[in-house]
């Protein structure tokens, strides 16, 4: 483990996370780590929307923060969600989710144990 810290003007956000609707901005959490966790600021890409696909994530952990904008997600069991600036959520391992919609201005922090986990397709509730 070792000490990491990033100023907004050093990072730089990138297409290659786990969703194309999205760019991701690494925090240095993964490294400082050694994988131990992962933490980094997701923001809407421009000109692209949300495609709704049920899926879960073979994790520990997983924490949202929205800093900006708005986002509608369905959690199995738990129904449909607007997040909204301010709003954190805890999704725990394992549940089945999707994202319906975000706005163009969305951003958020997500923080993940393990550093790098596996994403499952799956089908919906009810399916």
Not at 71 to 84: N, S
Request: hydrophobic letters at 40%; glycine letters at 10%; proline letters at 3%.
């Amino acid at each position: 483990m070792s000490f990491s810290i990033q100023h907004a003007a050093e990072g730089r956000f990138e297409f290659d996370g786990l969703r194309k609707y999205f760019e991701y901005r690494d925090l240095g959490i993964r490294q400082a780590t050694n994988d131990a966790a992962v933490m980094h600021v997701i923001r809407a890409r421009e000109g692209t929307h949300a495609t709704g696909e049920w899926h879960l994530h073979k994790l520990n952990l997983q924490i949202v923060y929205v800093l900006k904008g708005w986002a509608i997600f369905e959690y199995e069991g738990q129904g449909q969600h607007k997040l909204e600036a301010g709003t954190c959520v805890h999704q725990p391992p394992g549940i089945r989710h999707r994202e319906i919609a975000h706005s163009e201005d969305l951003e958020l922090i997500e923080i993940v144990l393990p550093g790098h986990f596996e994403t499952v397709a799956v089908e919906g509730p009810g399916h």
